[in-house]
């Protein structure tokens, strides 16, 4: 791996492998510049169930008393737990030091303003550069703020902003059968509490130890869900539920064993708000055209976005949307609990799903608009992006075309997005059609011309 | 030149937080410190009241735990009682978060090795080229230590003191404290709980910013609060500690302040007849009168420079049963049956066993000694200057005995002078003390010498 993989800070934060790379030092500095950008007040910080979390937790505190806030530490906690709280608190921002899916030797900082959401790139780039010239604020002693506790009230204020959302009584009648695998992440003891005692379920749970290192790959993807899987079979679970490390992700199992495709999930979630309420949709370039099915029956909009998190809770804070997520990374966003991905939110609407139409999750997914997709990535060397670009344009001429992140082609009942990595010299192709045979025609030709080029 | 803000040196790092210190200082102090102990060994911390230390906490802690080490938090405890437990637990070290006796704006922290002793000059040496190297041993994600709290260190530090005295026949005094909005007051509240000691506290509130007053152990700031309260209280005695409670000043019980130079000889008339230690350690600006009082125990005086690294390597270079005592003019003393620990709490004890041992008042123990009297100032510092001045006294001067181990000292029968460069402030102090009556002309003179450099 390259020396510079190892370490990041950039406009999306502050993300490394801990140890030479990820320092405390680099931890303190950061929270003192964040401390100075969102000014002296209070400021909430928590963490996933990373080995090196409690360390960069008191690196980054230090950081922040140093530059005159208060600091409220909420201890473990999943990160959408974090940003209701932010929100919740009245405080001037918050840090959650979580790497999210990544592996466990990383770790990073993710960042919220008052109003518990990402700060957007603007504020990103402000901060960075506040950080790189060192222009930190440096409290004096009678300036100096104290560090709170409060671990309680995040996970009570969340599960009643969740709960409000579904019919508890109704779920709780049908004491469903859940299998668990929390990874030993942030959620573990908190997605027990919430499908045990919150909504009455029987619970199988695996990986819910937080004192212990993740057992599997922390991204809960088909191939990293055989325990799982297994787990729902053996005990005739309903259903399984499998959260990553800061639990803002969800991937399910059906009753079966199979692990459910990322962008069916977000359907079957989509299609459980808009069955509650109205509203918008806003989904990423490479979500499935699903999504775009099942809001025409509903008579509502999509409006697609860039990838990334906040392009999508952007558009949707813009378009006052009801639900919205991005279909390859497992995450469901619901303005009406936090603009934020959640998966409690997602397991909530899901349950809900099931009791009120009383059918099996296979059968619900089974009933989605029907699309095959298949994902891959080209290298490239620097400089040879913009003429792939162009062959494919091209190559397609009088096509619908979306440039707002990279290119998307879109076909009648198909389309192909192909866009560069943040992080490596490789394109992302991504490709969907409404049959099989189209999709693998599709994808070889785009994948074809792209490594000609 | 604005006074020095940050003092990065052998003692460890000090300044005054935000101007001078800051949380980078910390993180990299920290992660030195990390580096320089054994691997894995558990390091015990803790800190004084002060608002800043949080701050300091945290960045000790991110750095302790960063280069691999388990730490175990006091909270806010006096120093005494961290290096009391490092030996306790085991730990591989200490870091006391706390500036003493400096004024509230000021922070600084302190470092302990095995067994809650002092870093040596080397080991600090040491400490100090990591520091600047920055060359720190980051340990692997699944190597990062682990952080616990102890809520009763100081239970069992109490449970320490009471084997080394009789706190029943303590009992009779009244004794008047000055707790400076420091820690004394944690433990000597202990203290009165368990052994029923009849303790009235002052400025006993914990407090972070606004201290009662500078939280020195001089004789000017015992008269402030302490010394007018101890008659009309009909107390005993009157103490009064500095913030981490490792020095100690006191006050009789007419009422009288008594200068911080007699806290030494007081505890070295006290415990030299109980032997075994014979020697007793202190600097060369501390007052001759230990000389006399040595004298009468067949004990001996062993002369360093000023500050606290050449007491504590002067001490390693004995066995720990030669020496009796270790201390400073200031009010800070050791004790062998502490472990050669700097600690006010012990000292005050110690002086009321002498009390009742000798069945007499405290101002009657003082009116045995022969008078001395020291006269002190500081001056501005031209550092250039200052090997001229000292070649110039010590021509002018030159039919006293000269010591040059720390700035100039001359010495005649019942006199003497010492003209040095604070290793803490911008400024040359000049003291000087004659038995009996103050030696003004001798003191004019040189001050005058010092001034002229301007």
């Not at chain 2, 409670?245 to 030494?264: N, Q």
Request: charged share 25%; aromatic share 6%.
């Amino acid at each position: 791996m390259r020396g510079e993989h190892l370490l990041k800070i950039g406009v999306s934060g502050i993300r490394g492998v801990v140890g030479e790379f990820l320092t405390p030092g680099l931890a303190c500095a950061f929270g003192q510049a964040f401390g100075t950008y969102v000014g002296p007040g209070r400021v909430v910080i928590g963490r996933d169930t990373r080995a090196s979390g409690e360390m960069l937790q008191h690196a980054v505190t230090c950081g922040l008393l140093a530059s005159g806030c208060e600091v409220i530490d909420v201890g473990v906690l999943p990160t959408p737990t974090i940003q209701i709280y932010v929100q919740a608190s009245g405080a001037r921002g918050g840090l959650a030091v979580t790497a999210s899916h990544n592996p466990p030797e990383y770790n990073a900082l993710k960042l919220f303003n008052r109003r518990g959401l990402f700060i957007n790139s603007y504020e990103r780039s402000e901060l960075i550069d506040l950080y790189h010239q060192r222009e930190f604020r440096h409290a004096t002693n009678d300036e100096i703020g104290q560090v709170r506790a409060e671990y309680r009230t995040p996970k009570r204020l969340h599960f009643e902003r969740v709960l409000a959302h579904v019919d508890v009584a109704r779920i709780r009648r049908r004491r469903f059968r859940v299998a668990l695998d929390a990874v030993n992440g942030a959620a573990s003891l908190m997605a027990c509490g919430f499908l045990r005692e919150e909504l009455g379920c029987e619970l199988e749970a695996i990986h819910v130890d937080p004192s212990r290192p993740f057992p599997r790959i922390a991204e809960p993807r088909p191939d990293t869900l055989g325990e799982l899987a297994a787990l729902v079979r053996s005990c005739g679970c309903e259903v399984g539920f499998a959260q990553d490390p800061d639990a803002d992700r969800l991937a399910v199992v059906d009753e079966t064993g199979r692990v459910l495709d990322n962008d069916d999930v977000l359907a079957l979630v989509i299609e459980a708000v808009l069955e509650r309420r109205p509203g918008d949709v806003v989904v990423n370039l490479t979500t499935s055209s699903a999504i775009d099915v099942i809001a025409r029956r509903y008579g509502r909009r999509v409006w697609r976005t860039p990838v990334g998190e906040a392009n999508v809770v952007e558009q949707m804070l813009a378009t006052g949307a009801a639900v919205g997520g991005e279909g390859s990374n497992g995450g469901v966003i619901f303005p009406a609990v936090h603009a934020c991905r959640d998966s409690f939110t997602a397991m909530a609407f899901l349950l809900d799903r099931m009791a009120a139409t009383g059918e099996p999750i296979s059968r619900l997914t089974g009933r989605l608009p029907r699309f095959w997709r298949r994902f891959g990535t080209v290298t490239f060397e620097h400089g040879r992006l913009g003429a792939m670009m162009q062959a494919l344009e091209e190559t397609f001429p009088d096509t619908e075309t979306d440039r707002s992140d990279g290119l998307k082609l879109i076909f009648d009942g198909a389309w192909v997005h192909v866009r560069a990595s943040n992080t490596e010299p490789l394109v992302r192709l991504a490709a969907e059609a409404d049959s099989p045979e189209r999709l693998e025609t599709l994808y070889g030709k785009v994948a074809g011309l792209l490594e000609r080029v | 030149m604005a006074a020095r803000s940050l003092r990065i040196s052998h003692v460890g790092l000090r300044g005054v937080v935000g101007a001078g210190l800051t949380a980078n200082h910390v993180i990299e102090f920290a992660c030195a410190f990390g580096t320089l102990l054994a691997p894995r060994q558990a390091v015990v911390i803790g800190r004084d009241p002060r608002a800043s230390g949080v701050m300091l906490r945290e960045g000790v802690i991110a750095g302790l735990l960063a280069t691999g080490h388990d730490v175990v938090d006091l909270g806010v405890v006096s120093t005494p009682v961290i290096q009391h437990a490092i030996r306790r637990l085991g730990a591989g070290g200490g870091v006391s978060i706390g500036a003493s006796h400096n004024s509230a704006e000021w922070n600084a922290l302190k470092f302990f090795g095995p067994g809650g002793i002092y870093l040596s000059t080397a080991e600090a040496g040491e400490l100090l080229d990591i520091y600047h190297l920055r060359k720190f041993d980051l340990v692997a994600h699944d190597r990062i230590g682990r952080l616990r709290t102890e809520a009763d260190a100081i239970d069992h530090y109490v449970g320490e003191l009471a084997e080394h005295f009789d706190f029943e026949r303590l009992r009779r005094f009244r004794v008047v404290v000055d707790c400076s909005n420091g820690t004394s007051s944690l433990i000597l509240r202990r203290l009165e709980a368990r052994f029923g000691l009849d303790l009235i506290l002052i400025n006993e509130r914990l407090e972070g910013v606004r201290f009662a007053h500078e939280p020195s152990t001089s004789r000017e700031i015992v008269a402030l609060q302490l010394a007018p309260l101890v008659k009309p209280l009909a107390a005993d005695a009157g103490f009064l500690f500095d913030v981490d409670s490792d020095r100690v000043a006191l006050a009789t019980e007419e009422g009288e302040p008594v200068s911080e130079e007699m806290v030494l000889p007081l505890l070295a008339d006290h415990v030299l007849p109980k032997g075994p230690g014979k020697l007793v350690i202190t600097n060369i600006s501390s007052t001759a009168l230990l000389e006399e009082v040595a004298d009468r125990h067949g004990g001996k005086v062993i002369r360093v420079p000023v500050g606290r690294q050449a007491a504590i390597d002067a001490l390693t270079s004995y066995r720990p049963e030669q020496v009796a005592l270790v201390g400073e003019g200031t009010g800070a003393v050791m004790m062998r049956e502490f472990r050669f620990v700097y600690d006010g709490i012990a000292a005050m004890l110690a002086l009321l066993t002498m009390m009742a041992e000798r069945g007499r008042k405290l101002s009657e123990i003082l009116a045995d000694y022969p008078r001395y009297s020291m006269l002190k100032a500081q001056l501005p510092l031209v550092s250039a200057r200052v090997p001229e001045l000292l070649m110039e006294l010590q021509r002018d001067y030159g039919d006293g005995a000269i010591t040059r181990v720390d700035g100039l000292r001359v010495d005649w029968p019942g006199r003497w002078f010492h003209v040095r460069v604070s290793q803490t402030e911008p400024v040359i102090r000049v003291i000087c003390e004659q038995r009996g009556e103050p030696p003004l002309q001798l003191f004019e003179d040189l001050v005058e010498r010092v001034r002229r450099l301007d």
